[in-house]
């Protein structure tokens, strides 16, 4: 497999400059970072979530973790993580765990989190664990249109502190 074509359709059709870069077999979004010699505040993770009426992917740095309590005091719903047979369902033309970076090309709509401006590239699947696409910050943020951006995650060491303040 290689990159979904849902993906390659999207990027294509608002002409969004990428480079695709092939990996070693991965499993995680950590793992990839490592296989692809990037940092995981690069790698664009994407989550996918139920809120009660209808499911959005949270893009988040690799390296940082969602925090669904955040998700709960700022949006409407009450989030929860989709199942795999969720996944495979919304996303058949990938393998499975491996959710690109664009859910607009899947007619989802996208939260994104503040993070992912520190990099000047990022990185993202593209719908195996073979294959990611690289672009730079500017040109993936223009993609994520009128998406909401807010701070929805953290890193594993300050998860503790901060999943509790409201």
Request: charged share 20%; glycine share 4%; proline share 5%.
């Amino acid at each position: 497999m290689s990159v979904s074509a849902a993906v390659t359709s999207f990027l294509n059709e608002r002409k969004a400059p990428y480079v695709i870069l092939t990996h070693p077999e991965s499993t995680n979004a950590m793992e990839t970072a490592h296989s692809a010699h990037i940092s995981p505040s690069q790698l664009v993770k994407s989550v996918v979530l139920w809120n009660g009426s209808k499911y959005l992917v949270a893009l988040v740095p690799a390296g940082h973790m969602l925090v669904i309590n955040w998700l709960n005091r700022d949006r409407p719903g009450r989030h929860r993580l989709a199942t795999e047979a969720e996944l495979q369902m919304l996303f058949e033309d990938c393998e499975e765990g491996a959710i690109p970076g664009f859910s607009r090309a899947y007619n989802l709509p996208m939260l994104w989190d503040f993070a992912l401006r520190e990099s000047a590239e990022l990185y993202f699947e593209g719908g195996d664990h073979h294959t990611l696409i690289r672009m730079q910050r500017d040109d993936f943020i223009k993609l994520l249109d009128d998406s909401d951006g807010l701070t929805m995650s953290c890193t594993p060491d300050t998860l503790e502190y901060y999943q509790y303040i409201h």
